[in-house]
């Protein structure tokens, strides 16, 4: 990750964090990230730990709710391709 990308993620995850809902005054629903600290990517660009890709990774704190679930519904399946 460069050092571009990884100040980007840091900074906008931040935000996203303390994101508060303009309608309902309420904190956004929030989808933890899958991280685990490990973070070595192996030859298909997938992180060993977490299972992401690299563009996954470094735009984690980008992406809407919807797209954060569909980066965990791919994290369930590339498990499940591992097991067999």
Excluded at 27 to 47: A, Q, W
Excluded at 65 to 73: C, F, G, N, R, T
């Amino acid at each position: 990750m460069t050092k571009k990308y990884l100040f980007r993620y840091l900074l906008l995850n931040k935000y996203y964090r303390s994101e508060i809902s303009v309608q309902t005054q309420e904190p956004k629903e929030l989808i933890k990230n899958p991280c685990v600290g490990v973070c070595c990517l192996d030859e298909h660009d997938l992180c060993i730990a977490c299972k992401r890709s690299g563009i996954e990774i470094a735009e984690w704190g980008i992406y809407d709710q919807s797209e954060k679930k569909a980066v965990l519904i791919k994290i369930a399946e590339r498990y499940k391709e591992e097991e067999l």
